[in-house]
Nanobody, 124 residues
C-alpha cells in the first residue's frame, strides 16, 4: 500500500471554494487510478471523483459534476480536487485513495490505499 496525505481542508462559507491536495509517498502511484471520497457523519463513504493514471478518463458523482474538478500531476505524484460553489451538504471528511486499474464508474473496492482524511466544513 501507498501512503497518501491529504491537505487543504477547512471552513468555508457557502459559495466559496477550496482545493484539496493529496501527496503520495511512491512514484508507482503515477500508474494508479486516484479518487476522492467523502464521508459525512452518519453516512457511508461515497466516491466524489476519480481520475485514471493518464488523466484522460475522469468520473464525477452527480452532485460534484460541474462544481468539482479533479486533476493530477504525476511529476509531483499529487492529485487535486478543486471544489467551487460549495454547499453546506458538501460538509464531510474527504479522503484520497489509490488503486490499480480503471472502470467507468469506480467503486470503493477498486481502491486499496487510503489517506487519513481532511475535514471540509461549509457554513450556510
Amino acid at each position: 500500500q501507498v501512503q497518501l496525505v491529504e491537505s487543504g481542508g477547512g471552513l468555508v462559507q457557502a459559495g466559496g471554494s477550496l482545493r484539496l491536495s493529496c501527496a503520495a509517498s511512491e512514484r508507482t502511484v503515477s500508474s494508479y487510478t486516484m479518487g476522492w471520497f467523502r464521508q459525512a457523519p452518519g453516512t457511508e463513504r461515497e466516491l466524489v471523483a476519480a481520475i485514471n493514471w493518464s488523466g484522460h478518463s475522469i468520473y464525477y458523482e452527480d452532485s460534484a459534476r460541474g462544481r468539482f474538478t479533479i486533476t493530477r500531476d504525476n511529476g509531483k505524484v499529487t492529485v487535486y480536487l478543486r471544489m467551487n460553489s460549495l454547499k453546506p451538504e458538501d460538509t464531510a471528511v474527504y479522503y484520497c485513495a489509490a488503486g490499480p486499474g480503471w472502470r467507468d464508474r469506480p467503486v470503493t473496492d477498486d481502491f486499496d490505499s487510503w489517506g487519513q482524511g481532511t475535514n471540509v466544513t461549509v457554513s450556510s
